[in-house]
Nanobody, 124 residues
Framework: QVKLVESGGGLVQSGGSLRLSCAAS????????MGWFRQAPGKEREFVSS????????DSTDSVKGRFTISRTNAKSTVYLQMNSLKPEDTAIYYC?????????????????WGQGTQVTVSS
């Protein structure tokens, strides 16, 4: 079956960096758009960033542009999220996602598969 396993979360001070990884198995990785979502306590899950099947196109929510970078290595079936200049408001559980649509929208074109999530906590 399809598995998405996130790693790299943790506790970091404001202004610090973390790199999340998501290893996929059970699917033809290069055929899937990959993305990251996050959910903070008491809030709805929100889109963070996505990357096209070849990695030629990326998309990110405005609040992380210039700070977060998504990338992928199809040979390793892995997608990454490099997070720099972290802020306390970035604190959330971060979820890896995969889908065959060209882009993600939780209401109209949600991902097909989800990871279990990894906690990111940014202290002030």
């Amino acid at each position: 079956q399809v598995k998405l396993v996130e790693s790299g979360g943790g506790l970091v001070q404001s202004g610090g960096s973390l790199r999340l990884s998501c290893a996929a198995s059970g699917l033809l990785f290069s055929s899937y758009t990959m993305g990251w979502f996050r959910q903070a306590p008491g809030k709805e899950r929100e889109f963070v960033s996505s990357i096209s099947r070849t990695g030629s196109r990326t998309d990110s929510t405005d609040s992380v542009k210039g700070r977060f970078t998504i990338s992928r290595t199809n040979a390793k079936s892995t997608v990454y999220l490099q997070m720099n200049s972290l802020k306390p408001e970035d604190t959330a559980i971060y979820y890896c996602a995969a889908g065959r649509s060209l882009s993600f929208d939780l209401k109209t074109s949600p991902p097909e598969f989800w990871g279990q999530g990894t906690q990111v906590t940014v202290s002030s």
